[in-house]
């Protein structure tokens, strides 16, 4: 499944002065920076220093403010509390969460970066976008998140706009927190993203390791060109799971161990008439 996590914000000064009352839909938002419930229980501890948008109103900033697309999965954004939303310098991060199945450590860590790139290259090649990254992008193995800074410029275009996506593993999915801004604030993206990564407290039942291999689907999303295996689950976290497989083993083993003893007993046993041959 195609994954629409990465949001392009290519929002220009012009979009914001030409929308029809923009001042007044920026004034009815309703910010918040108390700790946010997100769909599946996680919770989002909201960083010092920034201030979160819900579903609603991010879709109105986003959407009629700035023309862009909205995923569908939408959880809300976070947004610095001193940015200036009509800005072209504004920035900030859209949360997104797709119900697209568990990715087993073994496939996260064999990632390759390059065939992803030239996969989303080929996406926006109709867009005339240039995308490259912005650092060497990583797994943290011990956080279970993908860190992809990506950047997208325009052929010909001077400035590049920032794409830092966070990819937070889940049972069920993943959290995506697409982390905005143009290239005159690469520094500032760049030092939110472990902050943001952070500010996820997993729901304990919804969490990656979580995941049952009776039950649960695995991955969908990882794009096929930059990732041979798709959903091949981790034979330890499988095996962890997998109480009914081990006592299923347990009772073959113990029923082949029984058949054995029976069969020995049979051939040590003694017969009751015994027929000497040379009688006949």
């Not at 000064?13 to 920076?33: E, H, K, L, R």
């Not at 996406?123 to 956080?143: C, T």
Request: overall charge negative; proline content about 3%; charged content about 15%.
């Amino acid at each position: 499944m195609r994954s629409f996590c990465w949001v392009v914000c290519l929002f220009l000064c012009q979009y914001a002065a030409a929308a029809v009352n923009t001042d007044a839909v920026i004034s009815s938002f309703s910010w918040q920076t108390s700790s946010q419930v997100l769909t599946e229980g996680h919770m989002l501890r909201v960083p010092e220093g920034f201030r979160f948008l819900n579903k609603r109103d991010s879709y109105k900033l986003l959407h009629d403010v700035w023309h862009n697309e909205v995923h569908p999965g939408l959880q809300g954004m976070l947004v610095p509390a001193d940015v200036d939303l009509l800005s072209a310098d504004a920035w900030g991060a859209t949360i997104i969460y797709e119900n697209s199945g568990y990715l087993a450590e073994t496939d996260a860590l064999k990632m390759d970066y390059d065939r992803l790139l030239a996969g989303r290259r080929k996406e926006h090649a109709n867009r005339q976008l240039q995308v490259d990254w912005l650092e060497k992008p990583w797994y943290d193995a011990s956080a279970h998140v993908f860190h992809w800074p990506l950047t997208y410029r325009q052929d010909g275009g001077a400035g590049a706009i920032i794409n830092y996506e966070l990819r937070l593993l889940t049972r069920h999915g993943q959290l995506c927190f697409t982390i905005f801004g143009n290239n005159h604030n690469a520094a500032k993206v760049l030092a939110a993203a472990p902050v943001l990564a952070a500010a996820v407290e997993q729901a304990p039942d919804a969490s990656y390791t979580a995941f049952n291999i009776h039950t649960d689907k695995l991955a969908e999303w990882i794009p096929h060109q930059a990732l041979g295996t798709v959903g091949t689950p981790d034979i330890l976290q499988a095996l962890s799971n997998s109480w009914l497989f081990v006592a299923v083993c347990l009772l073959m083993v113990l029923f082949v161990y029984t058949m054995q003893l029976f069969h020995q007993r049979r051939k040590s046993g003694h017969h009751l008439f015994h027929i000497d041959e040379h009688l006949n």
